[in-house]
């Protein structure tokens, strides 16, 4: 089966850090992708990579940027954590267009 | 921006029932997918349906669309406990999508009631 890693399930940073939320997939998936979610808005496209070193702006890219350095790593960055960054966020890959793999998630608080 | 609308919000039924959602979206799609989610973990894949399909089975599940109304359905037969959790549909876009981009609605959640 395969595999999204992230790195951490529960993260508390303060404003104004600099974070880093990452992201592995271990079955050689082209498509990478960073989701937040928060209640009643539902799942947000932050940030979409369809091949290494390639990036594209998602719905709300604002106070995001991405690296994808290597085909198997997805790194979501906060440039300056701000508190209405406090979200759950979600990774996922795919194949072609085939259905997503998702990772456990990361509930970020910013404090 | 949300492409895809599911219905109802919010459903309870009691175990051994069937659960019925429903999606509608506003543009042409190469497939639409219904993903699960359990209280805060990642989504998980559970069916997939091309553009040029009208139904689709998986077990208990049963998917149909209808891509002159833009709508689809999920339906969970003889539904248990472990069911419980909340639906997302997804749509993957016919315009130029490199990527393999999903836009996904708000979700259904579900409660079956033992």
């Known amino acids: 089966d395969v595999k999204v890693t992230q790195s951490s399930r529960y993260l508390v940073k303060r404003t104004g850090e600099k974070v880093f939320l990452e992201c592995v997939q271990d079955?050689?998936?082209?498509?990478m992708f960073w989701y937040r979610q928060d209640p009643g808005l539902g799942l947000r496209l932050i940030y979409f990579?369809?091949?290494?070193?390639?990036?594209e702006k998602g719905d709300i890219p604002e106070g995001y940027s991405v690296s994808r350095e290597k085909k198997e790593r997805f790194s979501l960055i906060l440039e300056s954590a701000s508190t209405n960054q406090t979200s759950m966020y979600l990774c996922?890959?795919?194949?072609?267009?085939?259905?997503?793999?998702f990772g456990s998630g990361t509930r970020l608080t910013v404090v | 921006s949300q492409q895809g609308e599911e219905d109802p919000q919010a459903l309870s039924i009691q175990e051994g029932e069937n659960a019925t959602m429903n999606c509608s979206y506003k543009t042409s799609i190469n497939n639409l997918q219904w993903y699960r989610q359990n209280s805060g973990r990642g989504l998980v894949h559970l069916i997939l349906?091309?553009?040029?399909?009208r139904e689709k089975h998986s077990g208990r599940l049963r998917v149909t669309l209808d891509t002159s109304k833009k709508s689809s359905s999920l339906l969970i037969t003889a539904s248990r406990a472990a069911d419980t959790a909340s639906y997302f549909c997804a749509t993957d876009a016919a315009v130029n999508n490199a990527g393999n981009m999903l836009t996904f609605g708000g979700g259904t959640r579900l409660m079956v009631k033992p």
């Open positions: 996922a890959s795919s194949f072609r267009n085939r259905g997503y793999t």
């Open positions: 349906i091309r553009s040029n399909e």
């Open positions: 079955m050689d998936h082209e498509n």
């Open positions: 990579s369809y091949d290494v070193k390639m990036k």
